[in-house]
């Protein structure tokens, strides 16, 4: 009843954002009947067909001011309308939201505050030493990978960066396998990876071929998995699905619950989208063990890290930080009140 009730506050504080938001932008001679229809439908279509393309771009568009970066052209833009002295409190806001924003120290913070919120940090990060070392209890199903297309869906798809960006995850992924192979035990490992293909014409790669022009990000994947030393016959791809949500769906499909316990999963995904990961999973009874290779680093370690004069100066690389964590933000709010995760108990006593 409490998650009910919960929901349906966040629905009217949403709702009222929103209208709120519509009311500053638009004139209200402009805001006919037909303009907020149009408006409404977007969000709504936005709301139930998330992976549309044309609906995501649409989104994208409109949410553009519930950014930092939005936020403070929206509020500059106002101000510079009329330069009249009641308007410099908006030129105040826009420097005050860019400054907050594109310290280092302060973006790490804000990204340690919401994994840690949504995250069981003192149940994962030992007290000293690698995570990834830690032994796991008991033997997992499987190795679920989830690409960063299906962590971040929204962003536009940008097949030059999937080598950089997927690195990292492919060798954590390889790493726990071997792991599992030191103790017997060989688990499935699942590729979650969004069914875009990738129009790379001409590049000298392993999994290249001439009769091809367009290879699919799960294709390249399995492929550095097998150079690694994955065996081809343990790897399955989720190759329909578009988000987390539908990844975990798949997944339990795949993989049945067992009589006396749910089946255990070590789920391997960025830092910043772990968490939500490890909500949506366990929300359908999965069993995780949440594996991320900026985990230690980032989160576990940060305590440890001593501030120097260089985390207090603002750069363009702490704004992009926070602005993907108030993504993930909003993305969890559109989680929770599609009731797809539940607020970690745990998390509270971090």
């Not at 089946?263 to 391997?268: G, N």
Request: charged letters at 15%; glycine letters at 4%; a positive charge.
């Amino acid at each position: 009843m409490f998650l009910v009730i919960t929901q349906l506050l966040l629905w009217v504080i949403v709702a009222l954002l929103i209208w709120y938001v519509l009311l500053q932008l638009i004139p209200r001679e402009y805001l006919t009947w037909l303009g907020g229809a149009i408006l409404l439908s977007i969000i709504v279509l936005a709301f139930f067909f998330p992976t549309e393309q044309g609906v995501a771009t649409l989104w994208y568009i409109l949410s553009f001011p519930l950014r930092p970066l939005g936020l403070c052209i929206v509020l500059l833009c106002a101000a510079t309308r009329k330069l009249l002295l009641n308007r410099l409190y908006l030129v105040g806001a826009a420097l005050a939201v860019l400054v907050l924003c594109s310290v280092p120290w302060l973006a790490q913070n804000y990204q340690y505050w919401l994994i840690r919120s949504n995250f069981p940090i003192a149940s994962v990060c030992p007290a000293q030493g690698n995570p990834n070392l830690v032994p796991v209890v008991g033997r997992p199903e499987g190795i679920v990978l989830l690409s960063s297309g299906i962590s971040q869906p929204s962003l536009p798809y940008q097949p030059e960066l999937i080598e950089a960006s997927m690195s990292d995850l492919i060798v954590t992924t390889v790493r726990q396998y071997q792991l599992q192979q030191q103790v017997g035990h060989s688990p499935r490992v699942i590729i979650a990876a969004r069914p875009q293909p990738f129009p790379w014409q001409g590049v000298s790669a392993p999994w290249y071929s001439v009769n091809s022009t367009d290879i699919l990000e799960a294709d390249i994947i399995r492929s550095l998995l097998i150079a690694q030393g994955v065996s081809p016959t343990h790897i399955f791809v989720l190759n329909k699905v578009e988000n987390i949500r539908q990844s975990a769906e798949a997944v339990q499909e795949l993989i049945p619950r067992r009589a006396n316990r749910n089946p255990r999963l070590i789920v391997v995904a960025s830092v910043l989208h772990l968490p939500r990961a490890s909500l949506a999973f366990q929300r359908l009874d999965l069993d995780v063990i949440p594996r991320s290779p900026s985990l230690y680093p980032e989160i576990c370690a940060l305590d440890q890290v001593r501030t120097s004069i260089y985390d207090l100066i603002p750069n363009a690389t702490s704004l992009a930080l926070t602005s993907r964590v108030v993504e993930e933000f909003y993305t969890l709010m559109y989680y929770f009140l599609r009731g797809w995760v539940e607020p970690c108990a745990r998390c509270l006593s971090n």
